[in-house]
């Protein structure tokens, strides 16, 4: 397996820009996790789905950040209007309820850069 | 609510030296425990982890950790650090018990460990 993909890999981008970041889970994978990690505040958990469904969002900084998960193999943590303040690596994991052990598994992260 | 305390930011070790990192957790119910170590612009990566049995655990790179229920730790060693292991540590914990909210990891702050040569 591929493992997590996450796209880009770097993005810059200039405040109050739209920005859409991705994630493909590993296949047969039913939970799916967006952190943020910052040097400040350091790893952060924003949102999980179990089966595509929203679970807890009660990480989401604010309502300029969306999370989605139409499919199984597709989500997407959306940012409208970005912020500087916004700039960080965010990192996309999965896990399998049917192996036990909660383990995680993460992507290569996708560096945000907001000027 | 669980919650994870790694009492060290940052850890320089000669290389060749032994190193502890150190990771304590709270919790009331019963946990499960990790280790991630994450490299220089890379994601986290499992290095080891206490699901139940044998308290002490351990890694294909030589790193062990034990877990220690009185105690309420999952400290972190290597007898014998190599450059290559200068990293972040995280240590994490989740619920043992199914239901919404527990696949949830939460981790400590992470330990940047420092090999010098």
């Known amino acids: 397996d591929a493992g997590v993909i996450q796209s880009p890999r770097h993005e810059v981008t200039e405040m109050g820009q739209e920005v859409t970041l991705r994630c493909k889970p590993i296949?047969?994978?039913?939970?799916l996790f967006w952190y943020r990690q910052t040097m400040m505040r350091g790893l952060e958990l924003l949102i999980y789905?179990?089966?595509?469904?929203?679970?807890?969002d009660s990480g989401m900084p604010e309502d300029r950040f969306s999370a989605k998960m139409p499919n199984a193999s597709f989500s997407t943590l959306k940012i409208q209007p970005s912020e500087p303040r916004d700039s960080a690596v965010y990192f996309c994991?999965?896990?399998?309820?049917?192996?036990?052990?909660?383990?995680?598994?993460f992507g290569p992260g996708t560096r945000l850069t907001v000027l | 609510a669980q919650s994870v305390t790694q009492l060290d930011s940052q850890v320089p070790v000669f290389e060749e030296a032994p190193v502890e990192l150190r990771c304590n957790y709270s919790?009331?119910?019963?946990?499960?425990l990790f280790w991630y170590v994450q490299y220089p612009n890379q994601g986290l990566q499992l290095l080891l982890k206490?699901?139940?049995?044998?308290?002490l655990v351990e890694s294909i790179n030589g790193f062990e950790a034990e877990f220690n229920k009185s105690q309420t730790s999952f400290h972190l060693r290597k007898p014998s650090v190599h450059i290559s292991d200068t990293a972040e540590y995280f240590c994490a914990v989740s619920h043992r018990q199914s239901g919404a909210g527990s696949y949830q990891l939460t981790f400590g702050k992470g330990t940047k460990l420092s090999v010098i040569p």
């Open positions: 994991a999965s896990s399998s309820s049917g192996t036990g052990g909660n383990e995680q598994f």
């Open positions: 206490y699901l139940s049995g044998s308290t």
């Open positions: 919790s009331s119910v019963s946990v499960y």
């Open positions: 296949s047969g994978h039913d939970y």
């Open positions: 789905f179990n089966n595509n469904v929203p679970i807890d």
